[in-house]
């Protein structure tokens, strides 16, 4: 459905707004509580400042009593603009690309749920409350759901499809330097599962005073692996999401618990229920794009957890039986042990491929491979993870070997 955008000037600032329904695109209506004051609705939520004052009293001057008076059965305007949720990400939702801002858009949704002021969470009923004048955004409110933030600073390949745009979102800064290389993966379909997310973190390890979370390091890699095979012109589906993270350059990435799914959906704290979301979402994803000389592989990534004193390479399971499974897991091991022979000479390299009969594995259709990162628990192993650069050559042989598993 085609977008309208309505513009309407307010103290000299244009505000976009999106019309779709009598809800989405407005201002937020509500009511007093009995004995209220502006003040005191205001800060019910969390709408303090002389800017959210004046719009309260210019947009509602012709509801208020005597002294600015509130009527109880009147319905107020707030500084809150009504806009919808895409499912995929704050950002692409409001065509903004500040993801601190984003980040502050949901811990406001989050906290007006958590208050009850909000019926539901913005995941679930695909509304989100935007206080565009406590966030000091009024000037980038261009909310047309659906397209990309102009983040690369060029118009975007007309080719890449919605998923794609959706990606570069993700991608952060890192979007910025996206641009599509060869076709060498033309038609090919991948779904990438970076483990564990949202209530749970995975295996932590420690290090000068900073826990170091699995799934942290693991969306890392598979943010970057994910850009590295787009450029290849592969279509690729990113299952486990956080809209505020981005391809990150520091050593130690923060916890957060704010991933969702690909479709939106909150990710379970029940471990069955969680490894179920993922696989019937990269199931129905491949029936729907199973077409024909399409090429599909699934890639889940992980980092593993033992004893302290372990030193462990990047190691892959494939599902028992499966012989392409042990194909494509065997040239990403091989790719892996050339670039360490070539970088590390004797170093040596002790990854391994072997089959496991993993609930991801043996509930999708499309062939899979599950990858071990390393040892969050060993120090020499952490400095695999916490560097960018080598964040980036991890994605970057993996890149290799899955050109190398298809004869690229």
Not at 45 to 59: A, D, H, P, T, V
Not at 311 to 316: K, L, M, S, V
């Amino acid at each position: 459905m085609r977008i309208i955008i309505t513009i309407i000037s307010l103290f000299a600032i244009n505000f976009q707004l999106l019309c779709v329904s009598p809800e989405v695109g407005s201002y937020l209506k509500v009511s007093p509580r009995k004995g209220d004051a502006i003040i005191n609705l205001l800060k019910r939520y969390s709408l303090e400042g002389q800017s959210n004052m004046e719009f309260f009293i210019k947009r509602n001057s012709n509801l208020l009593g005597p002294q600015n008076g509130l009527f109880m059965h009147k319905e107020y305007e707030l500084p809150i603009l009504v806009a919808s949720f895409n499912g995929v990400n704050i950002r692409t939702s409001l065509n903004i690309s500040d993801y601190n801002i984003a980040k502050k858009i949901q811990d406001y949704n989050i906290s007006m749920h958590s208050k009850k002021l909000k019926k539901h969470d913005y995941r679930t009923d695909k509304i989100l409350w935007v206080p565009f004048l406590e966030l000091g955004i009024e000037n980038m409110m261009q909310i047309k759901q659906g397209d990309a933030p102009s983040k690369t600073g060029a118009k975007q390949d007309d080719a890449l499809s919605k998923n794609a745009i959706r990606n570069l979102a993700l991608f952060g800064d890192k979007s910025s330097a996206f641009k599509k290389t060869d076709s060498k993966l033309q038609d090919h379909i991948f779904y990438l599962i970076a483990g564990h997310g949202g209530p749970d973190p995975g295996a932590i390890g420690y290090r000068d005073g900073n826990e170091l979370h699995e799934h942290q390091y693991a969306y890392d890699v598979t943010l970057r692996l994910a850009k590295k095979l787009m450029e290849s012109g592969a279509e690729v589906f990113i299952i486990v999401q956080d809209e505020s993270d981005g391809i990150r350059e520091e050593k130690y990435l923060p916890k957060s618990g704010s991933e969702i799914l690909i479709n939106g959906d909150s990710i379970s704290s029940v471990q069955v229920t969680r490894l179920k979301q993922r696989t019937d979402i990269v199931n129905e994803l491949y029936r729907k794009n199973n077409k024909k000389g399409s090429k599909h592989l699934l890639i889940e990534t992980h980092v593993d957890s033992r004893i302290t004193d372990k030193r462990i390479d990047i190691f892959f399971y494939h599902q028992p039986d499966s012989d392409e499974g042990k194909r494509f897991c065997e040239a990403l091991l091989g790719t892996i042990k050339e670039k360490y022979d070539k970088n590390q000479p004797g170093r040596g390299y002790s990854g391994t491929v072997s089959a496991r009969n993993l609930y991801t594995l043996r509930n999708t259709t499309p062939v899979g491979v599950y990858i071990e990162l390393g040892n969050i628990q060993n120090a020499n192993d952490q400095i695999r993870l916490i560097e960018p650069s080598n964040r980036q050559a991890i994605a970057n042989w993996l890149y290799l070997g899955i050109l190398k598993a298809y004869n690229k």
